[in-house]
T-cell receptor, first 112, second 112 residues
Framework: TQLLEQSPQFLSIQEGENLTVYCNSSSVFSSLQWYRQEPGEGPVLLVTVVTGGEVKKLKRLTFQFGDARKDSSLHITAAQPGDTGLYLCAGLEGGSNYKLTFGKGTLLTVNP | NAGVTQTPKFQVLKTGQSMTLQCAQDMNHEYMSWYRQDPGMGLRLIHYSVGAGITDQGEVPNGYNVSRSTTEDFPLRLLSAAPSQTSVYFC???????????FGSGTQLSVL
C-alpha cells in the first residue's frame, strides 16, 4: 500500500488567517483527490488534480499537485468557521483504478 | 436521488455476534466499496466491487465478507464480531470511469 503522509495532523487558527495543508508520498500517483469531512458525515470530494504542476482554485481554496506527482497541497485564504472539518487527501494506488488510499487527514478548526 | 444510504446509523454488538451493515446506492454506480475509519488511522479500504458478482479485497479484509448480487446493494457482513472491529464504517460508490467517490453517512459500530 502506498502511503500518503498529511501534515499537520491538527490545526487550530483564528478566522481570517491563511493556512496550508500538505500531502506527501514517496510514490507517484496518477491523480490526487482532496476530500472534506464534517462530524457525523462521510467525506465529500473537493477536487481532483491530475497533471504534475497543476493548480486548481475553488473559491478561497487553492490546490496544487507537485511536478513529480508525489505531493499536493491545499491552501486556504482568509479561513472562515465554515471551513472547519477534516481534510483528507487520497490517491489511486499505482496501476490500480480501484484502490483509493487515504491519508490520515488534517483536522482544521477555525475559531471565530 | 438519495445517493448512498447506509443502515443502521449506530450498532452495539457483543463479541462473537454477527451482523450485516447495509449499503444501497441509486446512482447506477458500477463501483462500490467499504472503508473503516479509526482515530489516527484514517480511512482504510476493506472490500470493493466493480460490478454485480465481482468483489475483491482491500487493505484490511480479514473478519469481513461481502457479496454483490445487484448493482444497487453491497452489504458488509461481520461473521463473528471482535472488539478490534469497533470503528466507523463508510460505504462509497462511483462510476468506473470517474474517480469521484460518493460516501454514505457512516455506521458507528461498537463491539463490547
Amino acid at each position: 500500500t502506498q502511503l500518503l503522509e498529511q501534515s499537520p495532523q491538527f490545526l487550530s487558527i483564528q478566522e481570517g488567517e491563511n493556512l496550508t495543508v500538505y500531502c506527501n508520498s514517496s510514490s507517484v500517483f496518477s491523480s490526487l483527490q482532496w476530500y472534506r469531512q464534517e462530524p457525523g458525515e462521510g467525506p465529500v470530494l473537493l477536487v481532483t488534480v491530475v497533471t504534475g504542476g497543476e493548480v486548481k482554485k475553488l473559491k478561497r481554496l487553492t490546490f496544487q499537485f507537485g511536478d513529480a506527482r508525489k505531493d499536493s497541497s491545499l491552501h486556504i485564504t482568509a479561513a472562515q468557521p465554515g471551513d472547519t472539518g477534516l481534510y483528507l487527501c487520497a490517491g489511486l494506488e499505482g496501476g490500480s483504478n480501484y484502490k483509493l488510499t487515504f491519508g490520515k487527514g488534517t483536522l482544521l478548526t477555525v475559531n471565530p | 436521488n438519495a445517493g448512498v444510504t447506509q443502515t443502521p446509523k449506530f450498532q452495539v454488538l457483543k463479541t462473537g455476534q454477527s451482523m450485516t451493515l447495509q449499503c444501497a446506492q441509486d446512482m447506477n454506480h458500477e463501483y462500490m466499496s467499504w472503508y473503516r475509519q479509526d482515530p489516527g488511522m484514517g480511512l482504510r479500504l476493506i472490500h470493493y466491487s466493480v460490478g454485480a458478482g465481482i468483489t475483491d479485497q482491500g487493505e484490511v479484509p480479514n473478519g469481513y465478507n461481502v457479496s454483490r448480487s445487484t448493482t444497487e446493494d453491497f452489504p458488509l457482513r461481520l461473521l463473528s464480531a471482535a472488539p478490534s472491529q469497533t470503528s466507523v464504517y463508510f460505504c462509497a460508490s462511483r462510476r468506473l470511469e470517474i474517480e469521484k467517490l460518493f460516501f454514505g453517512s457512516g455506521t458507528q459500530l461498537s463491539v463490547l
